[in-house]
């Protein structure tokens, strides 16, 4: 069950950031109104398993994913970005932005290298892993990411 839903939550996240830019309008701006990001062909992050609630393979640019599938009396969520990029060194910056416990933003800074894979994780209550928002926004619009929010059922 766990990793049909995971599917489902990748490309809701893809199918997310991809509409926000057309439906936020500018009194109401989203978290990903300002997505300019594309789907990438690739992986830059492996398949966490059937531990992951999020796996984004390869986005490029700013995105970001929504979810509501954590266990909150469960163990933490652990969430892992991976990115690298063509050209220059750039980073990616997560936001964690959680709908219920703590509401302070989780955030970290990832730098991206040009052909080098970089991987950075934090991890969250599992109360702020109920329901959540991930954001990532990238220095540069050429920046390869990829996402993994994980929760091990035990």
Request: hydrophobic letters at 35%; a negative charge; charged letters at 10%.
């Amino acid at each position: 069950m766990k990793r049909t839903r995971l599917a489902a939550t990748a490309a809701a996240a893809a199918v997310l950031t991809a509409t926000a830019v057309t439906t936020a309008s500018a009194d109401s701006p989203s978290p990903a109104a300002t997505a300019h990001g594309t789907p990438g062909t690739g992986q830059v992050i492996p398949y966490p398993g059937p531990d992951g609630l999020i796996w984004i393979p390869e986005w490029i640019g700013d995105g970001g994913a929504v979810t509501g599938g954590a266990n909150p009396a469960g163990l933490p969520v652990t969430v892992t970005l991976a990115c690298l990029t063509t050209d220059a060194p750039a980073e990616a910056r997560v936001t964690f932005t959680a709908q219920y416990g703590d509401p302070t933003p989780v955030t970290f800074t990832t730098p991206c290298l040009p052909g080098t894979t970089t991987t950075a994780t934090t991890t969250v209550t599992p109360e702020q892993g109920r329901s959540f928002y991930v954001g990532v926004q990238t220095s540069t619009p050429d920046v390869h990411w990829g996402l993994t929010v994980s929760q091990p059922e035990s």
